[in-house]
């Protein structure tokens, strides 16, 4: 079934300071991990923290939305796809992936969702990586 509601979860810690404002720009123009999805899709969005470390919050949080959603508007968990925010998932010069990055998965995975890594991608830090300069692949 198609994704119609879009979960994106953020690193607690980073939003203590950032307003998540790329991760939603890069979900209105379809941008870095939001390629895949049309620009004309109906798609729905909502961001949450991961609850801060080791993540494990984050599990109950989203249960409680797969609750209201089905019960308020019959969104199934198949049509529901968790993005774990670049910060969390990437290097990047503000720091490290998260420690926790492989439990939040195995957590969000125990619910039944699809998970796509990844939201805002900046071309200067994807070259970067290119370069060696960070690891893995890019980020904001
Ligand atoms: S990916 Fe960037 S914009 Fe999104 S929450 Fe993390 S630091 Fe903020
Ligand atoms: S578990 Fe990871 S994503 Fe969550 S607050 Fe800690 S470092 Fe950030």
């Given at each position: ?76 968990k198949d ?6 925010s670049s ?32 939201t805002t ?20």
């Amino acid at each position: 079934m198609g994704k119609q509601f879009i979960a994106v979860v953020q690193c607690h810690l980073v939003k203590q300071r950032c307003s998540g404002y790329l991760c939603e720009r890069a979900f209105h123009h379809r941008l870095g991990g939001f390629e895949r999805y049309p620009t004309d899709a109906p798609l729905r969005s909502m961001h949450l923290t991961c609850g801060g470390c080791c993540g494990r919050p984050v599990q109950r949080k989203l249960a409680n939305l797969l609750k209201q959603i089905r019960k308020r508007e019959g969104i199934e968990k198949d049509q529901v796809v968790v993005h774990l925010s670049s910060c969390i998932t990437k290097d990047n010069h503000h720091g490290p992936p998260c420690p926790h990055l492989e439990y939040l998965e195995t957590l969000i995975g125990k619910l039944g969702l699809d998970i796509v890594r990844d939201t805002t991608l900046s071309p200067r830090s994807e070259h970067l990586r290119g370069e060696g300069v960070y690891a893995g692949g890019p980020q904001e």
